[in-house]
């Protein structure tokens, strides 16, 4: 698999190397941090349709489920805004952390974000696991919330980094891929706790130390990435870790490209006033705008409410709950797709190639037949697997990658920071929505798909095969961004322009 400098079609130099085992054993490490953050999402809607859950925390939920009030709608039996702020407090925590995150992987490696996000969750976990009250479950998930800021701003950048271009995106998914077992074996602990007579909500939520133990005790024994060693002044060490991770004593042209590159990073004080710049203006805007869509697909409110969504579409406790197993198999095989072909055909195609469908116009009161509900679970399972194989891992891919380590670790934090702040918002207002709008919510969400879909055709070039330190090419010759690419930027000596609009 070795390759030769030059010049490839993707516009970006190929180095010296191979694809070596430790590479791919260190990443697929370094992707179980995702494991934290699937397994979250997957637990909290799960346990929040469980009636003993209900019943100790939120009892005015419990009394209206069995209850309802006159023709209270399906679709308003599970609002109830201390309940979503139940599930959606991590993500504003994640918000938060994202930012204290970005200085620890800067000043001290992208290894130290992940062992302190990983402690931090465990801790979170047990907290939660634990809880005697609705208050210690929400310091729990505040906690969990903190551990996944710091997760998910390190990993991405962690994978980016180590990765040789040519599987960059394959090795990077496997971040969504460790986020989708994470969901996957969640379903399958809700329905088995589900069967337990008492605490099995205990057991859910406790679980997620295991998770987190993975996490934890991998990053312990994973090697910091050679951009970041070289950004802490460590070059010997990272020459020696480049050679290690690419096979071969013949390292010299992206050495000096990395070297080059943490340079330039050396002169930004401030990375947060930097990436304001106008030369930073394509990644400033597209890392904004690619976990807002994301998180207007409409996936994570499926996800971390699936049962709850299934339980108002009219399937029983155990229906519901096998239901979210199904879809989340699906994720989990949709998201394999993704890693087998982003590198091939590249980010644009998965991006634009994504759909949503919708059944739930065509019942207005929520009072589903069971022939309408399978359909229901049929298309849901449809649009899981459309987002597994796009939004969902080039969400975290493509932010993580187009940036120049003078802003990487900002970047990767606004990243987060917009993902988990519409996470929150979309969280906190989805119950209320689903009652309000009912079916039309689902048109609201399908309604943006369109629009990022636009987004992505005019706005995102290809990046599929580009060196990470090499991305200025990629921006200048952009149709719109290449204007504010200065010719001096790093990476354009000797420019190979591509039209990748």
């Given at each position: 698999?070795a390759?030769?400098?030059?010049?490839?079609?993707?516009?970006?130099?190929?180095?010296?190397?191979?694809?070596?085992?430790f590479?791919?054993?260190?990443?697929?490490?370094?992707?179980?941090?995702?494991?934290?953050?699937?397994?979250?999402?997957?637990i909290?809607?799960?346990?929040?349709?469980?009636?003993?859950?209900?019943?100790?925390?939120?009892?005015?939920?419990?009394?209206?489920?069995?209850?309802?009030?006159?023709?209270?709608?399906?679709?308003?039996?599970?609002?109830?805004?201390?309940?979503?702020?139940?599930?959606?407090s991590?993500?504003?925590?994640?918000?938060?952390?994202?930012?204290?995150?970005?200085?620890?992987?800067?000043?001290?490696?992208?290894k130290a974000?992940?062992?302190?996000?990983?402690?931090?969750?465990?801790?979170?976990?047990?907290?939660?696991?634990?809880?005697?009250?609705v208050?210690?479950?929400?310091?729990?998930?505040?906690?969990?919330?903190?551990?996944?800021?710091?997760?998910?701003?390190?990993?991405?950048?962690?994978?980016?980094?180590?990765?040789?271009?040519?599987?960059?995106?394959?090795?990077?998914?496997?971040?969504?891929?460790?986020?989708?077992?994470?969901?996957?074996?969640?379903?399958?602990?809700?329905?088995g706790?589900?069967?337990?007579?008492?605490?099995?909500?205990?057991?859910?939520?406790?679980?997620?130390?295991?998770?987190?133990l993975?996490?934890?005790?991998?990053?312990?024994f994973?090697?910091?990435?050679?951009?970041?060693?070289?950004?802490?002044?460590?070059?010997?060490?990272?020459?020696?870790?480049?050679?290690?991770?690419?096979?071969?004593?013949?390292?010299?042209?992206?050495?000096d490209?990395?070297?080059?590159?943490?340079?330039?990073?050396?002169?930004?004080?401030?990375?947060?006033?930097?990436?304001?710049?106008?030369?930073?203006?394509?990644?400033?805007?597209?890392?904004?705008?690619?976990?807002?869509?994301?998180?207007?697909?409409?996936?994570?409110?499926?996800?971390?409410?699936?049962?709850?969504?299934?339980?108002t579409?009219?399937?029983?406790?155990?229906?519901?709950?096998?239901?979210a197993?199904?879809?989340?198999?699906?994720?989990?095989?949709?998201?394999?797709?993704?890693?087998?072909?982003?590198?091939?055909?590249?980010?644009?195609?998965?991006?634009?190639?994504?759909?949503?469908?919708?059944?739930?116009?065509?019942s207005?009161?929520?009072?589903?037949?069971?022939?309408?509900?399978?359909?229901?679970?049929?298309?849901?399972?449809?649009?899981?697997?459309?987002?597994?194989?796009?939004?969902?891992?080039?969400?975290?891919l493509?932010?993580?990658?187009?940036?120049?380590?003078?802003?990487?670790?900002?970047?990767?934090?606004?990243?987060?920071?917009?993902?988990?702040?519409?996470t929150?918002?979309?969280?906190?207002?989805?119950?209320?929505?689903?009652?309000?709008?009912?079916?039309?919510?689902?048109?609201?969400?399908?309604?943006?798909?369109?629009?990022?879909?636009?987004?992505?055709?005019?706005?995102?070039?290809?990046?599929?095969?580009?060196?990470?330190?090499?991305?200025?090419?990629?921006?200048?010759?952009?149709?719109?961004?290449?204007?504010?690419?200065?010719?001096?930027?790093?990476?354009?000596?000797?420019?190979?322009?591509?039209?990748?609009?």
């Amino acid at each position: 698999m070795a390759v030769g400098v030059g010049i490839d079609s993707g516009g970006g130099k190929q180095y010296e190397g191979r694809v070596t085992p430790f590479v791919i054993a260190t990443c697929l490490v370094a992707a179980t941090g995702g494991l934290i953050f699937g397994y979250d999402i997957g637990i909290s809607g799960g346990v929040t349709s469980m009636d003993e859950f209900l019943m100790k925390f939120f009892p005015s939920v419990y009394a209206k489920e069995k209850n309802p009030i006159g023709h209270e709608s399906q679709y308003c039996k599970f609002e109830n805004h201390l309940l979503t702020l139940f599930t959606s407090s991590l993500y504003l925590a994640a918000l938060v952390a994202s930012f204290f995150s970005a200085a620890t992987t800067r000043k001290l490696g992208r290894k130290a974000s992940m062992t302190v996000g990983g402690l931090v969750f465990l801790v979170g976990a047990i907290l939660n696991g634990a809880a005697m009250n609705v208050w210690m479950l929400i310091i729990g998930r505040i906690l969990l919330g903190v551990g996944i800021g710091y997760a998910n701003q390190s990993v991405p950048v962690y994978l980016s980094e180590m990765a040789p271009a040519k599987i960059r995106g394959a090795l990077n998914i496997g971040f969504q891929m460790a986020i989708t077992i994470g969901i996957f074996a969640a379903n399958l602990v809700n329905y088995g706790t589900a069967q337990m007579k008492e605490n099995g909500w205990r057991v859910s939520l406790g679980l997620a130390a295991v998770p987190a133990l993975i996490m934890t005790i991998g990053a312990l024994f994973l090697p910091d990435t050679p951009n970041s060693l070289i950004e802490r002044g460590m070059k010997e060490e990272a020459r020696e870790m480049l050679q290690k991770i690419r096979g071969t004593t013949e390292v010299d042209a992206e050495y000096d490209d990395l070297v080059e590159a943490s340079e330039v990073s050396k002169l930004v004080e401030n990375p947060w006033k930097t990436i304001m710049e106008p030369r930073y203006r394509p990644q400033l805007v597209i890392t904004a705008l690619i976990p807002f869509f994301q998180q207007l697909t409409g996936i994570n409110v499926i996800m971390f409410y699936a049962p709850v969504l299934f339980k108002t579409l009219g399937f029983g406790d155990d229906a519901a709950l096998m239901s979210a197993v199904v879809s989340g198999l699906v994720n989990v095989f949709a998201t394999v797709v993704s890693v087998f072909t982003v590198d091939k055909f590249g980010r644009r195609a998965l991006f634009l190639e994504a759909l949503i469908a919708s059944v739930f116009g065509v019942s207005g009161d929520g009072a589903f037949s069971k022939e309408k509900g399978n359909l229901a679970l049929a298309l849901i399972c449809i649009y899981v697997a459309a987002f597994a194989w796009s939004w969902g891992p080039l969400g975290w891919l493509v932010p993580s990658e187009i940036h120049p380590l003078e802003t990487r670790s900002a970047g990767q934090s606004m990243n987060v920071s917009v993902n988990m702040f519409f996470t929150f918002v979309i969280g906190q207002l989805f119950l209320s929505m689903l009652c309000h709008l009912k079916f039309g919510l689902f048109f609201f969400f399908g309604g943006w798909v369109l629009v990022m879909t636009v987004f992505v055709y005019f706005f995102i070039p290809e990046t599929k095969n580009v060196p990470i330190e090499e991305m200025n090419r990629v921006w200048k010759s952009h149709w719109f961004w290449g204007k504010y690419i200065p010719d001096d930027a790093p990476g354009l000596a000797n420019p190979h322009h591509n039209n990748n609009a």
